[in-house]
Nanobody, 125 residues
Framework: QEQLTESGGGSVRAGGSLRLSCVASGVSPYYMAWFRQEPGKGLEGVAAVDKCGHAIYDESVKGRFTVSRDNAERTLSLQMNTLTPEVTAMYRC?????????????????????WGQGTQVTVSS
């Protein structure tokens, strides 16, 4: 059974850091990604990385967030630095088995088949 389990969320003050982790079981994903969702809004792609370690980021987090994965451990991480209240959301891990040939698709939620339940990130000013 395919399952993604996130951890590492929490509440921090602006300027702080958090590290999110996601463990995949039952699936060997080509792509793994982080999405976030605010109440009443849709899923927004944050960062994605393929099995070779090539990463792509949403413009809003470039330079502050770093995504990485360990294929042997089937884990995905997101190091988030210099946090601002605007990034407050539920962060969800996602995975897909096959490759994507366009960068524009890699942060689209409908490209991913497997999802975790999410971990809440709250940044206060």
């Amino acid at each position: 059974q395919e399952q993604l389990t996130e951890s590492g969320g929490g509440s921090v003050r602006a300027g702080g850091s958090l590290r999110l982790s996601c463990v995949a079981s039952g699936v060997s994903p080509y792509y793994m990604a982080w999405f976030r969702q605010e109440p009443g809004k849709g899923l927004e792609g944050v960062a994605a990385v393929d099995k070779c370690g090539h990463a792509i980021y949403d413009e809003s987090v470039k330079g502050r967030f770093t995504v990485s994965r360990d294929n042997a451990e089937r884990t995905l991480s997101l190091q988030m630095n210099t946090l601002t209240p605007e990034v407050t959301a539920m962060y969800r891990c996602a995975a897909r088995r096959g490759p994507l040939n366009s960068d524009s698709l890699k942060l689209q939620a409908n490209m991913y088949s497997y999802w975790g339940q999410g971990t809440q990130v709250t940044v206060s000013s």
